[in-house]
């Protein structure tokens, strides 16, 4: 094409353009310009094609190719191999490599096409978008996205897209999801939706939608489940807090459970508290009964709070109408139940308006590399309108049958050897003790 023709070609390009504007109505204008490459061959003569297709009322249609395509929308900007435009809808369609551009994202796509009287974007094939500002993409076959003035641009993707998003900014470690359905909006908010998926190296978690905001705060609903190192809760929703690229803080709401490698806990709400990416803290409490179980032990109450050292139990403490039970050991994936004590008259139990359990964990046989054992208890208190009943063999040369001990005090607390109770010890108390009677003794 001769230099003449391609200024010829410009000059339709921009009459073409004007009437755009206009038809728009105060919508961004889309412009069209074509950037003449070098063709191979032909004498190394610069190539460029057009095809403008008269419609009714003076309408045209313009088919653009041959060279590298540039389309100016508004403060956005689109390349492509080629495109058409349809200027008397104000729409433009990039085809090929096409990238897209503007103030808060960067776009690649096969396709692109931009609807001027909207203000809409539509990106199909092998899409993956960028947010400029907090540094999440999002990859998926479909994207399509609108700036509106009262909420601000939305995008939204199908066909089950990825996204990567940062915790709290640009270089933080980022949650990574997949789901039927992904949205942002705004600049500091997306949304996933149909099973949910998220990885991170901390946890794992999956849910039925899940909203992810800029100040490193996650909320899952239907039934999440979030796992990391050591614990598993779940519960009607779970929200996960995050500062400093750590995990901090997780909170599970209704029919809310955690588990952890020797524990169970159940109650209303449950929350987790981290530091260096283990559980440090876990505290539960609601209109409902809370109840926690390690091993055969069980303790409930209207609130649990439990302390753990490398994910382990250092102490438990219940508060209100407070239970400790000695049970059969939990079956887990079933409900907890709390334990009735007088089921069972062979059963040891405390009771009082609060009580303290102490556990110390076994140390690991390093040289058979032999896992730790469960937490057993140290001691058991109970403070206030305190009762208990244990039952403990204290001379098997004597009898093998237990003694029995009944106490009602303000203090009572409850001594252990090897997991099993070896003294009790009470203040301001009244009690029963019995012994069993020796063999000959005649009963």
Not at 197 to 205: C, K, P, Q, V, Y
């Amino acid at each position: 094409m001769s230099l003449p023709r391609i200024r010829a070609v410009l000059a339709i390009l921009a009459v073409l353009a004007l009437p755009e504007s206009a038809g728009a109505q105060g919508a961004p204008s889309c412009q069209l310009r074509v950037r003449v490459v070098q063709a191979s061959g032909s004498g190394g003569q610069p190539r460029s094609n057009m095809l403008a297709v008269p419609g009714s009322e003076g309408q045209y249609a313009m088919h653009l190719g041959g060279g590298l395509v540039i389309g100016q929308c508004g403060d956005a900007t689109m390349t492509g191999d080629s495109a058409v435009h349809l200027e008397h809808r104000a729409e433009a369609r990039m085809i090929g490599s096409v990238r897209y551009r503007d103030t808060t994202r960067v776009l690649d796509a096969d396709t692109v096409t931009y609807y001027g009287m909207t203000d809409r974007v539509i990106a199909v094939g092998d899409v993956r978008l960028e947010r400029l500002r907090s540094g999440a993409t999002l990859e998926g076959p479909r994207v399509d996205f609108m700036r509106t003035p009262l909420q601000g641009n939305r995008t939204i993707a199908t066909g089950r897209p990825h996204m990567v998003l940062p915790t709290g900014g640009p270089g933080t470690e980022p949650f990574l999801v997949d789901a039927d359905q992904a949205e942002f909006l705004g600049e500091d908010r997306a949304f996933a939706r149909g099973n949910v998926e998220i990885h991170r190296s901390d946890l794992d978690a999956t849910a039925e939608s899940a909203r992810f905001d800029a100040d490193g705060v996650g909320v899952l609903y239907g039934r999440p489940i979030i796992r990391g190192e050591g614990f598993e809760l779940t519960g009607d929703s779970v929200v996960a807090r995050f500062a400093d690229d750590e995990l901090r803080e997780v909170r599970s709401f209704g029919e809310a459970e955690a588990t952890g490698e020797d524990f169970e806990l159940q109650s209303d709400l449950v929350t987790a508290e981290f530091r260096g990416g283990e559980v440090e803290r876990l505290w539960a409490f609601g209109e409902g009964r809370s109840i926690a179980v390690s091993g055969s032990f069980q303790l409930a109450g209207d609130s649990i709070e439990f302390s753990l050292t490398a994910g382990r139990i250092d102490s438990i403490a219940s508060v209100g109408d407070a239970s400790s039970v000695e049970t059969v050991p939990h079956v887990p994936g079933e409900p907890l139940v709390e334990a009735a004590k007088d089921l069972d008259p062979g059963s040891n139990w405390l009771t009082g308006d609060t009580i303290r359990a102490f556990f110390s964990v076994a140390p690991a046989d390093s040289l058979l590399a032999q896992p730790q054992a469960d937490p057993t208890p140290e001691r058991i208190m109970a403070l206030g309108s305190a009762r208990s009943f244990y039952a403990s063999v204290r001379d098997t040369t004597r009898s093998e049958a237990p003694s029995r001990n009944y106490l009602l005090g303000n203090r009572i607390e409850v001594l252990f050897e090897d997991g099993e109770p070896a003294q009790v010890i009470a203040r301001d108390a009244i009690g029963i003790y019995l012994e069993p009677s020796t063999e000959g003794e005649g009963g």
